[in-house]
């Protein structure tokens, strides 16, 4: 993480968080379009949608901060 | 490419395992589970695991030297170091289990996160932290034998590696039980996948691994939990509306304890009886407050490990604050969702749903437990995907625990227990050999404990208190080495002696009863026989009927034939006349509520199969039922405590388990610190040119520079302190 060429933490965490809110958004929009039969509390909420977003933006942050560089 | 090869061979693993896991879920649970995953659940599980192991096959070739391994080449950032010394605290036990004693105990359960933590902690960053760091040692033991000698790092590590390697085995055994009852996973595959998991990485790149992985670990805990109270905030109508229907409901839910206050951290601690908790504020300051949590935090190598491996002694400092900020915040996962099982938990006919511990017969049977809370309320409120991170965070949890107890059992092992008493000449490269095989032996030895567990699950109770026995007099042996130059080896090893040797016979003498241990009254209907119900205003069950079949009494004194002598153990039929077993027995001389359970009987008129527990009603038993009867009395019994001797202990015969616990740990660190100065002024002390860099006074504080103010450790950790103070007021 300190190392000159290793690859840092933060974007270990930033990718596996994009990769999840891409898949949980997804969900989430699938749920809009054909809801499901038994919903959970407060699905009205489609709090999928927004905690997939918010997975997806912490992510591509981290992401592309700490991406490794070339050299 | 590399990385892209990594994820490849982790990708080949996880789904060379993945079918065993698949496969056997839906063998391994033919209860009903309390989660159903969906495949995109699963594909987010699946993720984890490629991503975790991609990162141990990484950093092998970054782990090249004994001090690469062992300490994570000591280059870590504060940040780093903060959030790698929280996250192995907070695995999913500790997120469920304190989830659920926020449920029995309302929200004293927080002050875990706050006194039993913080105040603690700024005293390792502040005080202990220049010690362990100057004196360049490797481990807490390693401490102990520059301040004391050999002895008391014989006795702390050998103690150490076999504590944590059987916790470890213990954590796993509770996750593969969990994992099985929450979504039906065979326990063998949950041990083994996991287990085989955390080997790997931790075998490949180490501690450095090991804290890569907590990181990851701790964003993945928040991230899948966080959403729970949230949502259960909104669905209990706001916070303020959440703790009026926690409180009401309490009363219902814990009939025992029903005038007891569940919602504040201080006012309902003037007396035993007065909370949920059965402690007073004396021992919650004194017993969790300093002895438990001092011990725990300031000496649990485990935790001490994550920041002495830090690139400077200030970031050391910085990172053990930072672990102090986000332990303050933990309540708000864990004590929250505790509060809203209490609110926000109800049966389909809208009365509160009422969970047991994991000791009450009825127990996964027809009640779920306390540690079910957390999981109910993912399944409340997560649906597909959500539900998947939040397992993936519990999966993390487990593991992120396991690979401390590993990588510090690695540690410990290699520098206090092989090196300086089986091979003190070999080579950096034989170390750094011995604790990568160490790591694997550590997860045998875990996996051979959790597999000992379930033939011998009582052996949990006596783990958990085991930890206290040491941790409580290791911190009174290295406080006073730390702050008195006076402390000598024989009073150090002594005192931690005579300290570990009182926690045990506190606990044996709480635990013993001269007039034996009765487990309460109760039936326990067998598989298959034949009941009938009658029931009254509605669906309240007024009697119960065995038509044919066999039951199990404990406890129970059953008139078998009249003009004769009840009976209370023994095998028998029942005769022509039939036999009604009263719902209000005598044991003792006491009446007690007779407990019926009936985990899977059929009814009579339906054919149908039906479970339910009852308390205080009566039984009828028809010609021809079989009696198995036993009566229990234990002299000594583990799972109960003796009010008679727990008032010499804790104080008060009122007091509950949790506040025998905190008192003993209270009276171990008297003990420790008594006799550590009683034998010192006795015995010879070591030089003090030995004493350099390990005692207050005898140590010069290296000069890190100048830094700006937002890098001073002493200021960020009054503030922590100054907010600590403030929540202690606020929910007062």
Same mark, same amino acid.
């Given at each position: ?71 | ?54 990162? $141990? ?8 030297? $004994? ?29 469920? %289990? ?17 006194? %039993? ?69 065979? /326990? ?47 669905? @209990? ?57 001092? %011990? ?86 997560? %649906? ?17 625990? /396991? ?44 996996? @051979? ?31 006073? $080495? ?21 926690? /045990? ?228």
């Amino acid at each position: 993480m300190h190392s000159e060429h290793q690859i840092p933490i933060w974007f270990f965490i930033g990718l596996l968080l994009t990769v999840y809110g891409v898949l949980i958004l997804g969900c989430g929009i699938y749920n809009v379009i054909c809801p499901p039969e038994h919903p959970v509390k407060l699905a009205n909420l489609h709090a999928d949608i927004w905690w997939g977003i918010l997975l997806l933006v912490i992510g591509l942050i981290y992401t592309i901060k700490y991406r490794p560089s070339k050299d | 490419m590399k990385l892209l090869k990594n994820l490849c061979i982790a990708a080949f693993l996880f789904v060379f395992l993945m079918p065993f896991k698949t496969a056997t879920a839906a063998a391994g649970g033919a209860a009903s589970h309390l989660l159903n995953l969906s495949t995109i659940d699963m594909v987010i599980i699946a993720i984890y695991f490629v991503v975790v192991l991609a990162i $141990g096959f990484y950093l092998k070739k970054y782990t090249s030297t $004994g001090d690469d391994f062992f300490m994570a080449g000591r280059k870590m950032t504060a940040w780093i170091a903060g959030l790698s010394f929280i996250s192995a605290n907070l695995s999913s036990l500790e997120t469920m %289990g304190w989830s659920a004693m926020a449920y029995q105990y309302g929200m004293l359960g927080a002050h875990a996160y706050l006194i %039993g933590a913080i105040p603690a902690i700024l005293f390792l960053a502040i005080v202990m932290m220049p010690f362990y760091y100057i004196c360049r040692t490797h481990s807490v033991p390693g401490y102990l034998k520059l301040r004391y000698g050999e002895g008391p790092r014989a006795l702390a590590g050998i103690s150490f590696t076999f504590l944590t390697v059987m916790v470890s085995g213990a954590s796993m055994f509770a996750m593969a039980k969990i994992l099985n009852l929450l979504l039906g996973w065979n /326990m063998n595959v949950s041990i083994w996948v996991s287990s085989i998991t955390v080997g790997i990485y931790v075998f490949l790149g180490g501690l450095l691994s090991a804290v890569f992985n907590e990181v990851l670990q701790f964003f993945l805990i928040w991230l899948g939990t966080i959403l729970i109270p949230i949502l259960g905030i909104i669905s @209990a109508g706001g916070w303020h509306k959440m703790l009026e229907t926690a409180q009401k409901n309490a009363a219902i839910i814990h009939p025992t304890v029903q005038n007891a206050d569940f919602t504040s951290l201080w006012r309902n601690l003037g007396s035993f009886d007065t909370n949920p908790m059965g402690i007073d504020w004396f021992g919650m300051v004194f017993g969790l407050g300093l002895a438990v949590s001092f %011990g725990y935090w300031c000496t649990d190598f485990l935790q001490v490990q994550r920041v002495i491996i830090a690139k400077d002694l200030r970031s050391a400092q910085n990172g053990t604050v930072i672990g102090a900020m986000l332990k303050m915040l933990v309540p708000i996962i864990v004590t929250i969702p505790g509060l809203l099982g209490l609110a926000v938990l109800l049966n389909p006919d809208g009365s509160p749903m009422i969970l047991v511990p994991e000791s009450d017969p009825r127990a996964n049977i027809t009640l779920r437990t306390f540690n079910d809370v957390l999981p109910l309320l993912m399944g409340q409120y997560l %649906g597909p995907g959500l539900l998947g991170l939040g397992v993936t965070a519990m999966i993390a949890g487990f593991m992120s625990g /396991m690979a401390g107890n590993v990588s510090a059992f690695a540690t410990v092992w290699t520098y206090d227990v092989y090196k300086p008493l089986l091979n003190r000449k070999a080579s950096d490269k034989h170390y750094l050999s011995m604790g990568r095989w160490c790591s694997i032996l550590g997860v045998l030895i875990s996996i @051979a404990t959790a597999y000992a567990l379930f033939y011998f699950s009582n052996i949990l109770e006596f783990l958990q208190v085991l930890v206290f026995f040491f941790i409580v007099p290791l911190f009174g042996t290295v406080i006073l $080495g730390m702050l008195w130059k006076r402390a000598t080896p024989a009073g150090g090893f002594w005192g931690f002696l005579a300290a570990i040797i009182i926690s /045990m016979s506190m606990w044996v003498f709480v635990h013993t009863f001269p007039d034996g241990s009765r487990p309460h009254p109760s039936v326990v209907i067998s598989n298959n026989a034949v009941v009938s119900v009658a029931k009254q205003d509605g669906d309240k069950i007024s009697r119960v009927v065995v038509e044919s079949g066999q039951i199990q009494t404990t406890n129970v004194t059953i008139p078998l034939e009249a003009g004769k002598e009840p009976v209370t153990s023994g095998q028998y039929v029942v005769p022509q006349t039939g036999i009604e077993l009263p719902g209000i027995v005598k044991d003792a001389a006491i009446a007690k509520n007779l407990r019926v359970l009936v985990p899977d009987a059929i009814e009579s008129d339906t054919k149908q199969h039906t479970k339910f527990g009852v308390e205080g009603i009566s039984l009828v038993l028809k010609p021809g039922v079989t009696i198995r009867a036993s009566y229990i009395a234990k002299k000594f019994d583990a799972a109960a405590f003796n009010p008679a001797h727990t008032k010499y202990v804790a104080r008060s015969e009122k007091a509950k388990p949790m506040a025998v616990n905190m008192y003993s740990a209270f009276w171990s660190l008297i003990v420790c610190l008594s006799v550590t100065i009683g034998v010192s002024f006795f015995t010879k002390p070591k030089p003090v040119e030995e004493l350099k860099n390990l005692v207050m006074g005898l140590t010069d504080i290296p000069d890190e520079g100048p830094c700006p103010w937002y890098h001073n450790p002493k200021l960020w950790a009054a503030v922590v302190l100054v907010a600590l103070v403030v929540i202690n007021i606020i929910f007062w």
